[in-house]
């Protein structure tokens, strides 16, 4: 990638016509197949159409991570390879840092005034990743209000579109919520309500079975994986425990090598007589992984040699990043400005 793949033609008119996506992800591990059919995939669509944000979320990494913020430092250039390597392009995206953008922090100590306690620990994506953190009643104060400052990162580019996963969607319902309570204590519409847009995919499990594919929870298949590692993530996927003979009927509910079919196999006829085929029995599960690996070996491979190509060239990626972060500084000062003045804080 050379430098001038930098520069931005957009003049300041043709941006103001797009609507603003806002997404980003946790810089807490490389990101996996999950996120490609879960938003990636979104985003690269829609990079063309949308005047597109992607915020690598460093500081919200902290909430649960503050133990280890070497992890958290390292994945911010892992991450922005994985953005490189799918395809976002930074002269149509701005790739951003959560951390180096002070009116995303201003913004959510605004926020936190239009938000109970209550309300935060209502939340059931909060409330599933309490449960699956093992928080107990220690639940970082940080964490619990980190509904309010993904508000303040949607609000401050002036989002109306989300491309997240089906898990995130409590978090944008919270963030309307006080987007309309900001709203009428200015008393005008000084803030756009923010909409999910949520992939049919849904949620990707992990090669397990037993949660979601997440980068913290060790069941994910990185989209840098290599060639070996995708094989043997496929052999160890959790299919049917019961299903020991091949004549024997299979689920297909629950059954993980099938949930990465419907999210990773074009051919869905295919996949709808190779699920009948297996309820029924007489299908077992070699012939379905040996399916689903040659498909999952296709999609990153092209990937993994295009990451390979970014990273060799890490003074590249982090120039993106802190060019990102300027761009969207100006952005997010000027949207904090107009907050505190229609809520009508005092003017220096
Ligand atoms: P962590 O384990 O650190 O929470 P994560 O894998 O859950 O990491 P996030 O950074 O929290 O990833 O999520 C980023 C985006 O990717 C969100 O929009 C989320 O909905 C989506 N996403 C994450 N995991 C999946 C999944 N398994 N299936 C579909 N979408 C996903
Ligand atoms: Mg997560």
């Known amino acids: 990638m050379d430098q001038t793949t930098l520069t931005r033609p957009e003049t300041e008119a ?8 806002l997404t980003g992800d946790r810089t807490t591990g490389p990101l996996h197949i999950g996120h490609y059919a879960g938003s990636l995939k979104n985003r690269l669509a829609l990079q063309d159409t949308h005047e597109q944000y992607l915020l690598l979320a460093d500081t919200q ?9 070497g992890k958290v430092r390292r994945n911010v250039l892992e991450v922005a390879c994985d953005y490189l390597a799918v395809g976002i392009d930074p002269v149509r995206t701005t ?5 180096h953008l002070p ?4 913004l959510s100590m605004l926020y936190l005034n239009f938000v109970s306690v209550a309300r935060l620990e209502r939340n059931p994506t909060i ?13 970082p104060a940080g964490f619990l209000c980190y509904p309010a400052a993904q508000a303040a990162d949607i609000t401050a580019f002036k989002a109306t579109v989300v491309p997240v996963g089906e898990d995130q969607a409590p978090l944008i319902e919270q963030c309307n919520e006080i987007v309309r309570r900001v709203n009428a204590a200015a008393g005008r519409e000084v803030l756009p309500e923010a909409q999910a847009l949520i992939p049919e995919a849904g949620r990707l499990p992990g090669i397990d079975g037993r949660a979601k594919m997440s980068k913290s929870g060790g069941n994910a298949i990185p989209l840098s994986a290599s060639e070996d590692e995708i094989s043997r993530a496929v052999r160890a996927m959790f299919t049917d425990p019961e299903h020991l003979r091949v004549e ?4 297909v509910e629950g059954n993980v090598v ?10 869905k006829d295919d996949v709808a007589a190779l699920k009948a085929h297996y309820a029924r029995g007489g299908l077992g599960d070699a012939v379905l992984k040996r399916r689903l690996e040659d498909i999952l070996q296709a999609l990153l491979a092209p990937i993994r040699a295009r990451r390979a190509e ?33 809520l009508g804080l005092f003017r220096l």
């Open 310 to 342: 970014v990273a060799s060239d890490p003074a590249q990626v982090h120039r993106i990043i802190a060019e990102g972060t300027q761009v969207a500084r100006e952005v997010t000062e000027a949207t904090k400005r107009e907050v505190m003045d229609a």
């Open 248 to 251: 024997d009927p299979g689920k």
């Open 95 to 99: 790739i951003c840092l959560q951390s």
């Open 14 to 21: 043709t941006l103001a016509a797009k609507p603003v996506i």
């Open 258 to 267: 099938f949930a990465y079919l419907d999210a990773f196999d074009s051919e």
């Open 103 to 106: 009116a995303l922090a201003e």
């Open 61 to 69: 990494a902290l909430t649960d991570n503050a133990h280890d913020i």
């Open 127 to 139: 409330k599933d990743e309490i449960r699956a953190r093992g928080f107990g009643r220690d639940i």
